[in-house]
């Protein structure tokens, strides 16, 4: 059977594509050698238990491992102690089929596991596993898998508790040698579901818990081997490097998202109008349309990504200001919304500052900001939807007409505002104009590293055709000859001889229009509004 690429549950060897996670396990096992107990919480749909499978095969030379899912215990089984032990010790004994567990602990645990023993308390349940501890073959290493099924349960908290205690006697007894939590919540931040309304605690029963900093998100190297292996079975003849860095742009080595992005590419895409073929999919042209197809369609992950936003009121306005007013946010631990967004994924910590996660996400956000209900009714985006089909050409856009026109509308529309408006809101307006122009056949997303205040960079993917275009503020002939610089530069990145810049002037006198500057062998197209 052929392999797929896998966006579902966990993947499998022999069945799916995979990262090659060797070195990971590698780097996993260090800290599980090393006596840790630690948790892996990472985002929704980024491997965690594809990578804890990987891991207790790649353990079992030198280690028993029990590897339970909470998703499997009903909410009945966090009643109270004694219901939870009776549950806890079938899955163990249903975890460890194979592994010859001492008589004495073996008879315990499947009296438990029969509702025939004592067991009421889980200090009684742990004496048993010492028990196993101390007269195992191997050392015991203890994973679970959706920790985040406990959240709401006081007896989840006893067990951690229990962890906790054997952890920091472990000189003294006979334990596990490393416990493994795994769930998108870090435990840590689980105490707040626990408290009543009225309690404030910031104590945890897992601070023993050792930092987890294994990267588990994919590099472009990844993705690469992974696309090395799909070569070899159908030769499409595709620069493997080149695709597995445009994917890798795109997503950041998201997994969910590389994986959604390679599967759309591999089942859907070929047998195209515009891709009849394998060979013809997997190209940079192929990778732009497999993330417009990507980014609007309706997932769980994007799901919990809006549901996020809408949930958390300041970090809507986190985003907001980010994205569409170029400013930066600096991290705060303490800020609840970012917080939670960083947990799921959507944005990360670059620095001191806050970004946005990946350029797929950013594109979704700015849809979801674009194309709202208001700004739906602007008369700037009705202008680019009934003028949109005046810009495209059979190999592109042409850019300066765009911007012509914009030029044009904007000052009609706008042009008895004062600077205030022009300065927050002459981006926002540019890209609501843009937005339909592009939909459904190109992504546009915005340079991150010159996204501010007075700068940004929009880079447009439009049938295999990339559009540089400076937006700035004018301050000046200086600071313009400055921007005229750093675009020439983008122009050197991304191989273009012919770049766009869109200047917002508040001098009374200036001149609006576009103009042509040719700066060595390249040609800058500038529109002034």
Known sequence: MSKIFNTTANCIPGKHYMV???????????????GDYFTVNRARQYGKTTTLLALAEYLKEDYFVIRLDFQRLSDASFADESSFIFALTKRILLAVKGIEIPKGPAEELTCFAQKKGNAETLDELFIVLNE????????????????????????????????????????????????????????????????????????????????????????????????????NDYATGMDVHAVAQEIYDYTSGYPFLVSRVCKYLDETLPGTETFPNRSAAWTQEGVAKAVGAVI?????????????????????????????????VYYNPDSIAISVAKMFGFVKKEGSKVIIGNRIFEIRLYNYFLLSEESRTTDIYRLGVREKYQFIRDDGLDMNLILERFVVSFDDLYGDQDQKFKEEDGRRYFLLYLRPIINGEGNYYIESRTRNMERTDIIIDYKAKQYVIELKLWHGDAYNTRGEQQLMDYLDYYHLDKGYMLSFDFNKKKKIGLKEITLGNKLLIEAVV
């Open 132 to 231: 196993w501890c101390e007269q195992s073959e191997k050392p015991l290493v203890l994973i679970v898998d959706e920790v985040d099924q406990a959240s709401n349960y006081q007896v989840f908290l006893n067990f951690l508790a229990q962890l906790r205690a054997n952890y920091i006697e472990r000189d003294l007894i006979s334990t596990f040698q490393s416990v493994i939590l795994a769930g998108v919540y870090d435990i840590k931040n689980l105490k707040r579901k626990f408290v009543a309304p009225n309690e404030h605690s910031t104590n945890s029963p897992w601070n023993v818990a050792a930092d987890y900093k294994i990267d588990m998100s994919f590099s472009t190297a990844d993705i690469e081997g992974m696309l090395l292996e799909y070569e």
């Open 20 to 34: 090659d996670l060797t070195e990971r396990l590698k780097q996993i096992k260090e800290m599980v050698d090393r």
């Open 296 to 328: 609007v369609e309706t997932n769980t992950l994007f799901e919990s990504l809006i549901d996020k936003v809408e949930l958390y009121p300041d970090l809507k306005e986190i985003l907001y200001d980010i994205l569409m007013h170029g400013a930066d």
